[in-house]
């Protein structure tokens, strides 16, 4: 399993970015997903799951209304679109496949991890 992140970058409060997280080595449509974001000395935190060949979304309530999971088969990536950013959205952001049990949003959920890509809003 092979995840790569992309998109991140410098944004200013209000902006918007989209990230990709191009996925291999796995048959794409049968894995459940997620974002996760882990910002300088705190826990990495789920940011939002997508389930069931994307039937199913889940978002930490922060986000609620201001981010979008998604995810196209063909071409194997899952994107976040992420509108309205603020400053406390910085952190470097993981996806994450392959859910094992328990809760979406934490992340010992998930079995295969990239190795993110950095979102700066300032």
């Known amino acids: 399993v092979q995840l790569v992140e992309s998109g991140g970058g410098l944004v200013q409060p209000g902006g918007s970015l989209r990230l990709s997280c191009a996925a291999s080595?796995?048959?794409?449509?049968?894995?459940?997903m997620s974002w996760f974001r882990q910002a300088p000395g705190k826990e990495r935190e789920g940011v939002a799951a997508i389930f069931s060949g994307g039937t199913y979304q889940y978002y930490t309530d922060s986000v609620k209304g201001r981010f979008t999971i998604s995810q196209d088969g063909a071409k194997s990536t899952l994107y976040l679109q992420m509108n309205s950013l603020k400053p406390e959205d910085t952190a470097m952001y993981f996806c994450?496949?392959?859910?094992?049990?328990?809760?979406?949003?934490?992340?010992?959920?998930?079995?295969?991890w990239g190795q993110g890509t950095q979102v700066t809003v300032s």
């Open positions: 994450a496949a392959d859910f094992t049990a328990g809760t979406w949003s934490r992340s010992t959920a998930w079995e295969s």
């Open positions: 080595g796995f048959t794409f449509s049968s894995y459940d």
